[in-house]
């Protein structure tokens, strides 16, 4: 049986995990909006990555016998300068998710509650995807900020190599 304190901190987990999904669909709306239906469905496929880890520690505090409670979502941003804004601030939501993710294992490591870590473990891999592939977007922003278009197209040709 999962301890109150520990119950208490996934269910806020949980709430900010379905605030990024909602930021990322804010995100996609945005990308439609400016006919960028690449950009758009990054962002769609984020939404539902962010719904798929919400609905890990949902699964989670179930399978312990904890209580899910569900809080409110608040509005999230809805327009960005440019793309390159937008993905800063994915970082950024990134950075802050992966703290949130740490103060958590920290938790669960002075409660001696190994299951959680267990579960955490694979979300502190996860985050250092989440903050890689938001760096990589920016640094390929950058580089069409500053003309380097034909670089980045041969960067996606080169990345296509099967073997
Ligand atoms: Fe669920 Fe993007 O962190």
């Excluded at 945005?30 to 919400?54: D, I, V």
């Excluded at 312990?64 to 941003?77: C, D, N, W, Y």
């Amino acid at each position: 049986m999962i301890t109150k304190t520990m119950q208490e901190a996934i269910n806020n987990q949980i709430n900010k995990e379905m605030s990024s999904s909602y930021l990322y669909l804010s995100m996609a709306a945005y990308f439609e909006e400016k006919h960028l239906s690449g950009f758009a469905h990054w962002m769609r496929l984020q939404t539902n990555e962010e719904n798929q880890h919400a609905m890990k520690f949902y699964d989670f505090l179930v399978e312990r016998g904890g209580r899910v409670s569900l809080g409110a979502i608040a509005a999230p941003k809805g327009d960005w300068t440019n793309s390159l804004e937008a993905f800063h601030q994915v970082l950024e939501h990134e950075e802050m998710i992966s703290a949130s993710i740490n103060e958590l294992y920290e938790l669960a490591q002075k409660e001696k509650d190994y299951p959680t870590q267990i579960l955490l473990q694979w979300f502190i891999s996860e985050q250092v995807e989440e903050e890689k592939n938001a760096a990589d977007i920016i640094q390929q922003l950058k580089m069409i900020d500053a003309h380097d278009t034909a670089v980045l197209l041969l960067d996606k040709q080169l990345g296509k190599r099967g073997g």
